[in-house]
């Protein structure tokens, strides 16, 4: 049977000291339901992993492993898992100049559970000078400055109800993410 390569992006787990999950113990689960190729980069929940099942299966199973396996508030807790061509259409969709000004700006991808980038914008008030964000496929790439972070609106999102449909990793990762990916 033929295997898909997926990224899974894991919401709620290891942040602030809550949901904690050793990233070690969750591979061992992973590999034992099955998933092959399984390695983890950095605590924040990103997999990279092998599986003849849908996407749709794998974050299922990787969400109950989850709940049943770690001793986790279960509201927190979801799962989103990407194809390879998923991951890089956000990598290569960016807005021209995105994350190209590290010491300048702090960028994100705001990476959609169930929402489109539509329904999303809404939970986005950016300061004008400071933030700036844009819809993508799947995705809204957000970016402050660096030096007047601290005026930033972007931290306003997680009062939003549609938070709890998004997960944020840094420009960064997302491209360590998608490095790893080709490997």
Request: no cysteine.
């Amino acid at each position: 049977m033929e295997t898909s390569h997926y990224l899974a992006l894991l919401r709620g787990i290891n942040v602030g000291g809550r949901n904690k999950v050793p990233m070690k113990t969750l591979k061992g689960h992973l590999e034992d339901l099955g998933y092959e190729q399984v390695v983890t980069y950095i605590a924040s929940g990103n997999v990279l992993l092998e599986s003849a099942d849908s996407a749709e299966q794998v974050g299922r199973d990787i969400e109950a492993a989850l709940t049943g396996r770690f001793d986790l508030d279960d509201e927190l807790i979801r799962v989103l898992v990407l194809s390879r061509g998923q991951l890089q259409d956000v990598v290569d969709k960016k807005p021209e100049n995105f994350g190209e000004q590290p010491g300048k700006y702090h960028s994100d991808a705001i990476f959609l559970m169930g929402i489109d980038a539509e329904e999303a914008m809404s939970a986005f008030n950016p300061r004008e000078g400071v933030d700036r964000v844009w819809p993508g496929d799947g995705v809204v790439y957000s970016q402050r400055l660096s030096a007047e972070r601290t005026k930033s609106r972007l931290s306003a999102i997680a009062a939003s109800p549609l938070y709890k449909s998004m997960t944020i990793r840094s420009w960064n990762t997302t491209q360590k993410l998608w490095t790893l990916f080709q490997d």
